[in-house]
T-cell receptor, first 111, second 117 residues
Framework: QKEVEQNSGPLSVPEGAIASLNCTYS??????FFWYRQYSGKSPELIMF????GDKEDGRFTAQLNKASQYVSLLIRDSQPSDSATYLC???????????FGKGTSLLVTP | EAGVAQSPRYKIIEKRQSVAFWCNPI?????LYWYQQILGQGPKLLIQ????????DSQLPKDRFSAERLKGVDSTLKIQPAKLEDSAVYLC???????????????FGPGTRLTVT
């Protein structure tokens, strides 16, 4: 079973701080990496994707990928209470094009 | 651009009954996925279609679950008969991906919350 691991949290950060969410994966053949945000009772919403080693920035979000360490992270700068949600890491492996999800990390941004 | 549409949004049935879910993907998206999300877990793939062909149904419990995408657009997922452990959110997603390209982003519909009593 190809695993995607995330700390379930909750991760609590104060408003305005940087939230750092981490994800590791077991399949070295993994090629594409995604971060979804899921509010309680809602469906996952795609917020970032990254395909190459390094950093990718989009507004307050930065995704970081290190394929050698099999590690992908999401940084949220200037965290807001509206960022409070579960963040799902998802990976596509060589064996197919469906998403393999972690269990998600719950983020709580406190005012 | 309209997103992925799903219906119904909620369904409550008794065990051993049957239920069907409908999905309409984003216009032009060739690939359609059905995922099951149990409370506290990430979504798990049930079946993947590209146009009207099945790409991956290895995790679909075929003794009770079936799915089709006859005209390569809308899709239905059916459970018959339902078990208590089928209580979950059923999510439909679509992507532009076709074999040979590098477009892998998937977009989810609102989901159908199924409760089996």
């Amino acid at each position: 079973q190809k695993e995607v691991e995330q700390n379930s949290g909750p991760l609590s950060v104060p408003e305005g701080a940087i939230a750092s969410l981490n994800c590791t994966y077991s399949d070295r053949g993994s090629q594409s990496f995604f971060w979804y945000r899921q509010y309680s009772g809602k469906s996952p919403e795609l917020i970032m994707f990254i395909y190459s080693n390094g950093d990718k920035e989009d507004g307050r979000f930065t995704a970081q990928l290190n394929k050698a360490s099999q590690y992908v992270s999401l940084l949220i700068r200037d965290s807001q209470p509206s960022d409070s949600a579960t963040y799902l890491c998802a990976v596509i492996t060589n064996s197919g094009y469906a998403l393999n999800f972690g269990k998600g990390t719950s983020l709580l941004v406190t005012p | 651009e309209a997103g992925v549409a799903q219906s119904p949004r909620y369904k409550i049935i008794e065990k051993r009954q049957s239920v069907a879910f409908w999905c309409n993907p984003i216009s032009g998206h060739a690939t359609l996925y059905w995922y099951q999300q149990i409370l506290g877990q990430g979504p798990k793939l049930l079946i993947q279609f590209q146009n009207n062909g099945v790409v991956d149904d290895s995790q679909l419990p075929k003794d009770r679950f079936s799915a089709e995408r006859l005209k390569g657009v809308d899709s239905t997922l059916k459970i018959q008969p339902a078990k208590l452990e089928d209580s979950a959110v059923y999510l439909c997603a679509s992507s532009q991906h076709v074999w040979g390209d590098n477009t892998y982003e998937q977009y989810f519909g609102p989901g159908t919350r199924l409760t089996v009593t």
